[in-house]
């Protein structure tokens, strides 16, 4: 764990940001405060006052089969080539990293960058580590993220919650914010099943204060699906999830085959130099 992390218990306590040290298999801060760095590779830098803990096994294991399946790989490549923009050795915060498929893709990346990433759910932390050892991981909130002021070069947020204070806090002056969301016909075929009357995404504002939108880069595509195994993975890792009654449930266990666009917004931003 490099030194851009701080203890989240002083800083809330005393206002101040003291740095954190590798001792042994646990982390302690200038104040006494220590964190058990798990066996499962991350650290828990969650605050007291956290109280959600992010997906559960089912939802984690349910994306991992789906990501692993590629066909959400045009999105991590055009990713990829953002990524190629950063100054060799940059430090990169994924926050949402979740089971770290996008994470990875920075780690694995030429240009030698530092890469965090940052997680509610420490089972999607744990997932991350078996994909990425070489990951530096954290469970923590967006909202509250366990990084010193001006410490990152860049700052992913892919399909996670924009704490935009916290982002501009984090980066340094000039520093990358990637956001990627998704346009408004993603996923519009897997609606079509589910529901008797389909509804597109709401369109996002682009606009962030305290940043300066470079590009929004369109990625759109269609897809076949014909496992059932993966159109069910597909679902699960969806907030459909928990919003889809028992009909649309009784049409998606009917289906084997599901045509479907994927519809993506990456919105490359940088930083201000006065905010």
């Known amino acids: 764990m490099k030194e851009i992390c701080i203890c989240p218990v002083c800083r809330r306590k005393f206002g101040k940001q003291v740095r954190l040290a590798r001792e042994a298999k646990r982390l302690y801060c200038k104040e006494g405060h220590s964190f058990d760095i798990s066996a499962k590779g991350y650290v828990n830098l969650l605050s007291p006052s956290a109280g959600s803990h992010g997906d559960n096994r089912d939802m984690v294991l349910a994306r991992g089969r789906l990501l ?62 078996k994909r990425c050892p070489s990951l530096s991981l954290v469970a923590a909130s ?22 935009a204070d916290e982002f501009l806090r984090i980066l340094k002056p000039g520093g990358a914010l990637i956001l990627g969301i998704p346009g408004k016909r993603h996923l519009f075929g897997l609606k079509e099943l589910l529901y008797d009357t389909p509804y597109e995404n709401a369109p996002h504002d682009p606009s962030l204060t305290g940043f300066l939108l470079i590009e929004n880069r369109e990625i759109k595509y269609n897809v076949t699906i014909d496992d059932p195994t993966l ?15 028992t009909v649309g449930r009784q049409r998606l266990q009917a289906v084997d085959t599901l045509h479907t666009e994927l519809h993506f917004h990456l919105l490359h931003y940088q930083k201000t130099p006065n905010s």
């Open 231 to 245: 159109i069910r993975s597909l679902f699960e890792m969806t907030p459909y999830a928990y919003r889809t009654g």
């Open 68 to 129: 692993n399946s590629g066909i959400y790989a045009p999105f991590r490549d055009a990713l990829v080539e953002l990524l190629s923009t950063l100054p060799a050795g940059a430090t990169v915060w994924d926050s949402g990293c979740g089971e770290g498929y996008y994470t990875s893709a920075a780690a694995e990346y030429d240009g030698g960058f530092n890469v965090y990433g940052s997680d509610l759910s420490t089972i999607a932390l744990s997932a991350a580590h």
């Open 142 to 163: 967006s909202y509250a993220l366990p990084a010193g002021d001006s410490t990152c070069d860049a700052l992913l947020c892919l399909f996670a919650p924009e704490a």
